[in-house]
């Protein structure tokens, strides 16, 4: 059943790909969304995802490699399958009425054909499964970027990871001959090369999420529209990063320092993503920097705890979907002026707003009350309040800063249309319709939210939005030019000059043609009338004799 | 079971046939070179056919020589020809067509020596069959040479390359590689008193001295085909200046003689006298794989990005080849099918870009922006190049890969970062065209490929991904 639900999928995936209409692509879409969201729904049962059949497909079976792909049902897949379908249905909505451009029809058929390749991510039990998986996740995402820059940088540095991959894979497969997980784990709690394996795995696992250091193509993405955006957020890339990383979990077992590689990065990247959002103007940039905290904050919870993970793991894309969406309301408001410096007392005029976004907050916290267990409780309350100070932060600019909006801006200044309020409206009613309400941690996170709106304590650091290199320099794009690109470049360029034109063209060719020049020479002297010619060929011919002579017997 | 018709020799000879039809063909102005395209193009097909056809009548295993067929030659000194295939060659046999076939549509629209460029094409590709099918030391060597004869006219002719320079570093690499397997042949058929067959020459025993020269002889002539430095410098030559891309297609696939040589000739069990020379060689390999990598990253010519990307494959598949294990070879073979195909469509691909260029002068930074279709399928060859899994290049460099990591780490990771150098350098290439901040005037005059046009390269990309799924899909079908 679940394999037949994802060809189903595939299939109408496949059709928007290949029939696209240049007419009526909006009613196209929709048609495609209703046939999806009708499959999806009918798929995300436990009759299906919990207790329905494996479903296996011997793929190779040669004497070299064999490999079998499976689909195999469970409670994880459950989980899982709900989120990424769930979100994957809200992301073909707002395609369907608020994407930019004219690729309604194809996008949707990418999101649906992304959504099937993490389901089979997420019931791989071979390393094949994950590295086709996680590769054509790749492709797929490439082709949804429009960008040519970002699809520069995405494809680099996943090409990267990706290359990573392999080569960690095969390395464990050249041993143990087995792409088995439960084999390959077995083996490299002993392998001679286990410390290259888990360097591999957590480089993979830290470029895919998209963590500090990595972050350049995840902040990209506020380059296409925010759709696309969170889509490739918390159902491809980045998420495909995390699910690796728990597949794969036990390898952290195998190491005494696996842990603490995972530890730092969670740390630097909610502090870097935090200290960033002070720094940077352009919201939309911000709002990946939250998304990319949030990334790190799963990526901490599930070095910590795999069960915390799980527990936690269907509610918290959420969470940045709708902060995202919150933070994006004044941005519509404001005939999409990006940057907080030119915004201010918006609260004027869309209170509303407003509103939502201090309930999605509250809805946060709600969660995190809720569902927080022992031993990752005051990590993430730590992460999460970082993170909420933030957003706090840059309410307070919007909201009730000084006003520095450009007067039509201003004019035009209202509410965006209910559309954008519906899935805030539904997210937090069902959080706190599922949740028991946490009253107290509710309240008092919202106190403190209010009152840094309110009073901007920290509006001293808005002079960043004055620093132009700030604004424009990513720290680490210059760091990578100058540690990786430009030593590479400059070897390639010593080794073009100095190798090839001056040693073999200058040197070794010119060799050859003045050799041949010589022997060219020799033989016309040889033969030329003289008696020192006849004196040189007997000499040859003597010169030829002794050597037969002198190796006689060693052919 | 044996076939009642002598299919080897039938796939040896067809072309020279199809040649004769091009000679009869009509070629004048207003045919416009069509009628001798089509011509090579049936001939090529028609091989393919046989060749698939071929296929069913052998078992899937690296190794076992299958469908021998044997022709006496001359009666003194006794020398037969003696063809017969293993799944391996038959492989390699149809990526080759389908990358000439391929080199064929991409000089569709050339009028001017069409039935030359023909001629040649189709001798080399029956020279190229008798090369993979040859069994014995004797027909091995004569097609390992003749082949060079169209390629030569070849580059001559239409490679449009500063010919007096590439010619005599063509000439001198191959004259040089071909004498020195003359002389080891001649020396082991000297010994033997007959000609033997290519995977008894490991047995043959000879004194030390010999037994060196003869084995250093015959590394030197293939390695003199395979773009190993110093001798890169030849092909890189051509690579680099050749705007034909059938020319281009054919001067690469040459390198894959020199890979298939060791693959036949060189012995698992290595003489001892030799084991220094495979040590070497693995460290030259991998120097050069880095050095043409590191190459192809500064240099912006496409073509010589192209051609290193090539190189490093080949020294890629010819590290997997001298890795102590027949079991890979098969997975070696895959590859290389997807591999052939990969290259000839983004050479065919890059000549029609530059010739918009030439037509519009557009710049190359994102002139694939102007036209949609060819970028489609221009990324998705890309992609499939650099190792996404849409090829069997994917599953097979897994296993090479594994295996080569097994063998020696260092090594391994030297050889990967090349590879991963020459992918970054082909990556870049595609995002300077595909750039989209810096878009000419004049896109009216732009045209992007026909319809029919990209549904051939769609066709190719087909192919491709079917290899993925199972690179021997025909057979099984």
Avoid at chain 1, 27 to 46: D, G, K, Q, R, Y
Avoid at chain 1, 218 to 240: C, E, H, N, Q, W
Wanted: proline fraction near 3%.
């Amino acid at each position: 059943m679940l394999a037949l639900s994802l060809f189903k999928l595939f299939c109408l995936g496949l059709f928007s790909e290949i029939f696209q209409k240049n007419r009526l692509q909006k009613s196209w879409a929709v048609i495609v969304l209703i046939f999806a969201a009708a499959i999806i729904v009918n798929m995300l049962t436990p009759d299906v995802m919990v207790a329905g059949k494996n479903f296996v497909f011997q793929w190779i079976d040669t004497s070299a490699i064999k490999v079998k792909l499976l689909l195999k049902p469970s409670t994880e897949m459950y989980r899982f399958g709900a989120l990424l379908g769930m979100i994957t249905l809200v992301v073909m909505f707002y395609n369907c009425f608020y994407d930019e451009g004219k690729m309604r029809l194809r996008n949707g058929g990418l999101y649906l054909l992304i959504f099937i390749v993490m389901m089979f991510l997420i019931s791989a039990q071979n390393m094949m499964q994950i590295l086709i998986s996680v590769c054509f996740v790749d492709i797929l995402c490439f082709y949804l970027l429009k960008d040519s820059n970002l699809k520069r940088r995405y494809m680099f540095y996943n090409m990267m990871a990706d290359m990573a991959l392999i080569i960690m894979c095969a390395l464990i497969w050249g041993q143990i001959k087995s792409l088995n997980l439960g084999d390959m784990l077995q083996f490299v709690k002993k392998a001679p090369d286990k410390n290259i394996i888990l360097g591999l795995w957590c480089l993979v696992v830290a470029v895919k999420s998209g963590v500090v250091l990595f972050h350049d193509f995840v902040l990209d993405l506020k380059k296409v529209s925010l759709v696309r955006g969170l889509f490739i957020f918390y159902v491809a890339t980045p998420m495909a990063g995390l699910l690796l990383m728990w597949k794969m979990y036990p390898l952290l077992a195998a190491s005494a320092w696996g842990h603490y590689v995972f530890y730092a990065w969670t740390a630097a990247s909610v502090v870097w993503a935090f200290l960033a959002v002070f720094a940077v103007d352009d919201l939309k940039a911000k709002i990946m920097y939250w998304n990319m905290m949030l990334m790190g904050i799963m990526m901490g919870v599930l070095a910590v705890s795999k069960l915390a993970f799980v527990k936690l793991v269907p509610w918290l894309p959420w969470c940045g979907i709708m902060i995202s969406t919150a933070m994006i309301l004044p941005i519509v408001a404001a005939s999409n002026e990006v940057l907080v410096s030119k915004m201010g007392q918006f609260a004027k005029k869309i209170k509303f707003s407003l509103l939502f976004t201090l309930l999605v907050i509250a809805a946060e916290v709600q969660i995190i009350s809720a569902l927080a267990t022992k031993d990752v409780y005051w990590y993430l309350w730590i992460a999460v309040a970082l993170q909420l100070l933030s957003v706090a932060h840059v309410l307070g600019q919007i909201y009730f800063a000084p006003a520095v909006v450009d007067e039509k801006v201003w004019a035009l200044l209202k509410n965006p249309n209910l559309f954008y309020f519906l899935p805030l409206m539904a997210f937090v009613g069902l959080v706190f319709s599922h949740f028991e309400f946490a009253a107290g941690a509710v309240c008092l996170a919202l106190g403190v939210v209010i009152l840094v709106i309110v009073l901007r304590p920290m509006r001293g650091l808005n002079c960043f939005y004055r620093d132009d290199t700030l604004q424009r320099v990513s720290p680490c794009s210059v760091l990578y030019d100058w540690l990786l690109v430009t030593p590479i470049k400059v070897v390639g360029r010593v080794l073009w000059l100095m190798i090839d034109f001056v040693f073999i063209e200058r040197t070794i060719i010119n060799m050859l043609r003045k050799l041949a020049a010589l022997m060219m020479k020799i033989v016309a002297m040889l033969h030329k009338d003289m008696k020192t010619s006849g004196i040189l060929f007997t000499l040859l011919g003597v010169a030829v004799l002794c050597w037969a002579y002198y190796f006689r017997g060693r052919f | 079971m044996q076939p009642i018709i002598p299919y080897l020799l039938f796939i040896v000879l067809l072309p020279l046939v199809g040649i004769v039809f091009l000679l009869l063909a009509k070629d004048d102005e207003k045919t416009a070179g069509e009628n001798v395209l089509k011509v090579a193009a049936l001939t090529v097909i028609a091989n393919l056919a046989l060749i698939v056809r071929a296929f069913m009548h052998i078992s899937l295993e690296y190794g076992k020589i299958q469908l021998v067929e044997k022709y006496q030659w001359l009666e003194n000194p006794k020398i037969a020809l003696v063809f017969g295939v293993d799944c391996f060659a038959l492989l390699l046999m149809v990526g080759i067509h389908l990358a000439i076939l391929i080199g064929l549509w991409g000089v569709r629209n050339e009028a001017e020596g069409q039935k030359s460029r023909m001629i040649f094409t189709l001798l080399f590709l029956s020279f190229m069959c008798g090369f993979l099918t040859a069994v014995d030391i004797f027909s091995f060597f004569i097609f390992f040479e003749a082949m060079l004869l169209p390629l030569y006219m070849m580059v001559g002719m239409f490679g449009e390359v500063r010919r007096q320079g590439t010619l005599f570093r063509f000439t001198l690499y191959n004259l040089l590689g071909a004498l020195l397997l003359f002389v080891a042949i001649v020396v082991i058929f000297n010994h033997q008193g007959t000609n033997i067959f290519l995977n008894k020459i490991s047995g043959v025993k000879l004194g030390q001295l010999s037994e060196f020269m003869v084995w250093c002889s015959i590394f030197a002539a293939f390695v003199s085909r395979i773009p190993i430095w110093p001798f890169h410098y030849w092909i890189s030559s051509i690579s680099a200046r050749v705007k034909n891309p059938l020319v281009f297609i054919i001067a690469n696939i040459l390198p894959l003689t020199g890979v298939y040589g060791f693959m036949r000739f060189w012995p698992k069990t290595m003489p001892d006298v030799m084991i220094f020379l495979v040590v070497i060689l693995e460290v030259i390999s991998v120097l050069t794989m880095l050095f043409i990598a590191f190459i192809a990253i500064i240099n912006k010519d496409i073509q010589y990005k192209i051609f290193s990307f090539m190189t490093v494959y080949y020294i890629f598949y010819l590290l997997g080849v001298f890795l102590p294990t027949d079991q890979i070879l098969l997975n070696v073979g895959f590859s290389i099918f997807a591999f052939l195909l990969i290259f000839a469509a983004l050479d065919v691909m890059l000549s029609f870009m530059n010739r918009q260029q030439e037509n519009t002068g557009i710049s190359t930074e994102g002139c694939l922006q102007y036209m949609p279709r060819l970028s489609m399928v221009f990324t998705f060859m890309v992609l499939a190049g650099i190792g996404m899994p849409l090829s069997s290049m994917f599953v097979n460099n897994f296993v090479i890969i594994a295996e080569l990591l097994n063998y020696n780490l260092v090594t391994s990771f030297v050889a990967l970062a090349a590879l991963i150098l020459v992918s970054t350098a082909l990556l870049s290439d595609l995002y300077r065209r595909k750039k989209d901040d810096n878009l000419a005037n004049g896109k009216e005059m732009i045209k992007d490929i026909s319809t029919g046009e990209a549904a051939f390269m769609w066709g190719v990309s087909v192919i491709l991904v079917l290899s993925f799924v199972n690179p021997l899909w025909f057979v099984r079908g």
